[in-house]
């Protein structure tokens, strides 16, 4: 049977038209108590956080629908632990499967395209035996060409087509799973950054293009339906692999537009010691320019949970 309306959920939207906590928006709106949020900034501990975040989004039904295929994308990219601060904390993973799995998914595949031997990756990040008992749920990594396919970007500024993993361009849902850290590149990586662990050539984003508009083109073509930014902590310092400074932020931003997650996260810490504004982020910049979002968190209509 063929996936091509599955695709274009992921590729066809792109051709329409001072302390840890301190440095927070001064300003906080409450999105109607009459209707779910698009973005809630969570405080608490990382599996109970991300609980309250999807419940106050409405609940996991209103992404996932019994039946449905669904790929969960964390950072699994180093050989290092929780305490490390530069993957995926697996509670926030796992509890994002049980909640998929709750909803009624088919299949739940944990994925991603390490930057080291994919093996101890998976391993270390502890990842996968806390998904062990999930049902319907795989912890895969992908390291080979074949299990990637290539695409058009229609509104890429450097990027015309990249390969993509095919599990993804397979699913009918994509939720993306980053974790909050810096990156001598980019300055920050958050959800946009944490997407080129879904695709195959990623020095071409270094050595090729601007890598800061690369990251914006291919968000204009993979559009999870939910971001959950892991800001349980965050690698201050050092990103992205480390050893750094790790701040415990015991912070959960979910929303419906990555980029809006990913401004608010900026908003979260000081970055290598200094208070970053969304626009001075060079992909977040080009996202904007892009029609992907707005980068002014103060704006944003969102709801606060407390632990």
Not at 19 to 39: H, N, Q, W
């Amino acid at each position: 049977m063929s996936r091509l309306p599955d695709r274009r959920k992921f590729l066809g939207r792109a051709a329409l038209a001072a302390g840890a906590i301190g440095v927070l928006p001064r300003r906080l709106l409450s999105a109607p108590a009459s209707l779910p949020a698009d973005l809630v900034l969570v405080k608490g501990e990382p599996g109970p956080a991300v609980r309250r975040a999807i419940s106050a989004l409405g609940g996991m039904g209103r992404f996932v629908k019994p039946g449905q295929r669904v790929v969960l994308k964390p950072n699994m990219s180093f050989p290092t632990g929780v305490e490390a601060g530069a993957t995926t904390h697996p509670e926030v993973v796992a509890e994002v499967a049980r909640l998929v799995a709750e909803a009624g998914a088919k299949e739940i595949l944990v994925a991603d395209y390490p930057l080291r031997r994919p093996e101890v990756c998976v391993s270390r990040s502890g990842i996968l035996e806390a998904c062990a008992r999930i049902p319907r749920t795989q912890v895969r990594f992908f390291a080979e060409e074949k299990f990637f396919e290539e695409v058009g970007v229609p509104r890429g500024k450097v990027l015309d087509r990249v390969k993509v993993l095919k599990p993804l361009l397979e699913a009918d849902i994509y939720l993306n799973l980053p974790t909050a850290k810096t990156h001598g590149a980019v300055g920050v990586s958050l959800g946009l950054k944490n997407q080129m662990g879904l695709i195959w050539d990623r020095n071409a984003f270094h050595t090729r293009f601007d890598l800061g508009q690369a990251i914006a083109d291919l968000a204009s073509a993979l559009k999870p339906q939910l971001t959950i930014l892991d800001a349980s902590r965050a690698l201050v310092t050092g990103g992205p692999g480390g050893p750094g400074k790790v701040v415990w932020l015991h912070r959960m931003v979910a929303g419906v537009n990555p980029v809006e997650v990913d401004a608010l996260g900026v908003t979260l810490t000081p970055w290598y010691d200094q208070v970053l504004r969304p626009d001075q982020v060079s992909h977040l910049r080009a996202a904007r320019a892009l029609g992907l979002g707005d980068l002014d968190p103060e704006k944003y209509r969102y709801q606060q949970v407390e632990g």
